[in-house]
């Protein structure tokens, strides 16, 4: 049997061409999964690993981070850079991560016209998330390189809009790159995402089941075990709405914010108090549950995740779940033909 090498296997679209890479795979920045080792394995592996700035505190562990991760892969690499004005860390961030020769941006959750303005000047190129097609208008009029289109099915902040919907609608009116985030953990799903005019995909709960993920084994076996109906919404964790799976514990203290946080998070006057309360005690929920508590995985257990664990079926390498999807994707394109007319 012919074994086609990495250059031959290589999936060319606008996406690889624009960040250098083989294939059109971006292992998604996770909050407290992503680590030195995940960006390592799969950008080496031919993909693009990145990382929440966020994930290294203080701020000098991110920088050995960066630099840990640039010793140890000479190709591209990705940052994840929360761009509210919550995130007082935001120049820092990107300075230090301009400093190491980052690749890529991802921002999130507001304007990037700083993070777009600094990368450029460095030739990193900015991939923004959004969720509609007026905020994809307004990050590709600031000069964003690409848009990551967050639809429903994604762990964590998902979108509304279901991806068979965004992703050409987002395509048809954008001349960058569209990037399908939400329920990809299959590389048939990367074809069918290209055929959509999608530039690529984003994968983020198929990498917590990796080996590489800084997280407790529970988080791991969970994923494995849950099915697309263990997903559930929750605006317990940040107040807006994000993708978890349904653990004891969730179902015991509901999906919706207790009522007084609600009417405090909605009043015009204890709005701005209020919201970043909910987010401080979703982050610290979630640190405890991805790093393990010593107590049983039922005992406060938040972990988020993307409707694609019904997809995955075992824990492997980094590198390993890239060449699965290569190899899926190929056997997908192949399999076309004996579909009938």
Same mark, same amino acid.
């Given at each position: 049997?012919?074994?086609? &090498? @990495?250059?031959?296997r +290589?999936?060319?679209?606008?996406?690889?061409s624009?960040? *250098?890479?083989q294939?059109?795979i971006? %292992? #998604?920045?996770?909050f407290?999964?992503?680590?030195?080792?995940?960006?390592?394995?799969?950008?080496e592996a031919?993909?693009?690993?990145?990382?929440?700035?966020?994930?290294?505190r203080?701020i000098?562990?991110?920088?050995e981070?960066?630099?840990?991760?640039?010793?140890?892969?000479?190709?591209?690499?990705?940052?994840?850079?929360i761009?509210?004005?919550?995130?007082?860390r935001?120049?820092?961030?990107?300075k230090?991560?301009l400093?190491?020769?980052?690749e890529?941006?991802i921002?999130s959750?507001?304007?990037?016209a700083s993070?777009?303005?600094d990368a450029?000047?460095?030739?990193?190129?900015?991939?923004?998330?959004? &969720? @509609?097609?007026?905020? +994809?208008?307004?990050?590709?009029?600031?000069?964003a390189? *690409?848009?990551?289109?967050v639809g429903? %099915? #994604?762990?964590?902040?998902?979108?509304p809009i279901s991806p068979?919907v965004l992703?050409?609608?987002?395509?048809r009116?954008m001349?960058?790159?569209?990037?399908?985030?939400?329920?990809?953990?299959h590389?048939?799903?990367?074809?069918?995402?290209?055929?959509l005019g999608a530039?690529?995909?984003?994968?983020?709960?198929?990498?917590?089941?990796?080996r590489e993920?800084g997280?407790?084994?529970?988080?791991?076996?969970?994923?494995?075990?849950?099915s697309?109906?263990?997903?559930?919404?929750?605006?317990?964790?940040s107040?807006t709405p994000?993708?978890?799976?349904?653990?004891?514990?969730?179902?015991?203290?509901?999906?919706?914010?207790p009522?007084?946080l609600?009417?405090?998070?909605?009043h015009?006057?204890?709005?701005?108090?209020a919201v970043p309360?909910?987010?401080?005690?979703g982050?610290?929920?979630?640190?405890?549950?991805?790093?393990?508590?010593?107590e049983?995985?039922?005992?406060k257990?938040v972990?988020?995740?993307?409707?694609s664990?019904?997809l995955?079926?075992?824990?492997?390498d980094?590198?390993?779940?890239v060449?699965?999807l290569?190899?899926?994707y190929?056997?997908a394109?192949?399999?076309?033909?004996a579909?009938?007319?």
């Amino acid at each position: 049997m012919k074994v086609m &090498t @990495n250059s031959a296997r +290589a999936i060319p679209t606008l996406m690889t061409s624009q960040l *250098g890479i083989q294939f059109p795979i971006i %292992g #998604a920045p996770m909050f407290l999964v992503s680590n030195v080792d995940m960006v390592v394995g799969i950008s080496e592996a031919g993909a693009i690993g990145t990382f929440p700035a966020l994930n290294y505190r203080p701020i000098e562990k991110y920088r050995e981070a960066l630099a840990e991760m640039k010793k140890r892969t000479k190709k591209p690499i990705g940052v994840n850079v929360i761009v509210n004005k919550s995130n007082t860390r935001q120049p820092e961030d990107v300075k230090a991560a301009l400093d190491a020769g980052v690749e890529l941006f991802i921002t999130s959750l507001g304007s990037p016209a700083s993070v777009i303005r600094d990368a450029h000047k460095n030739g990193a190129k900015v991939y923004c998330d959004v &969720t @509609n097609l007026e905020h +994809a208008k307004k990050v590709a009029d600031l000069g964003a390189d *690409g848009l990551v289109a967050v639809g429903t %099915g #994604a762990g964590g902040h998902a979108g509304p809009i279901s991806p068979l919907v965004l992703v050409p609608w987002l395509a048809r009116e954008m001349k960058i790159p569209v990037i399908l985030a939400g329920g990809v953990a299959h590389g048939s799903q990367i074809l069918a995402a290209i055929a959509l005019g999608a530039s690529g995909v984003h994968v983020g709960t198929r990498f917590i089941a990796s080996r590489e993920a800084g997280v407790d084994q529970s988080y791991k076996d969970a994923v494995v075990k849950a099915s697309p109906e263990d997903i559930v919404m929750t605006t317990r964790v940040s107040g807006t709405p994000a993708a978890v799976i349904n653990t004891d514990y969730v179902k015991k203290i509901g999906t919706d914010l207790p009522l007084a946080l609600k009417i405090l998070k909605d009043h015009p006057l204890t709005k701005k108090y209020a919201v970043p309360l909910i987010h401080y005690l979703g982050m610290k929920s979630l640190e405890g549950a991805a790093g393990g508590s010593g107590e049983k995985p039922s005992w406060k257990t938040v972990w988020s995740a993307g409707q694609s664990v019904g997809l995955v079926d075992e824990i492997m390498d980094c590198r390993e779940i890239v060449e699965k999807l290569v190899r899926e994707y190929h056997e997908a394109q192949a399999a076309l033909p004996a579909i009938p007319s």
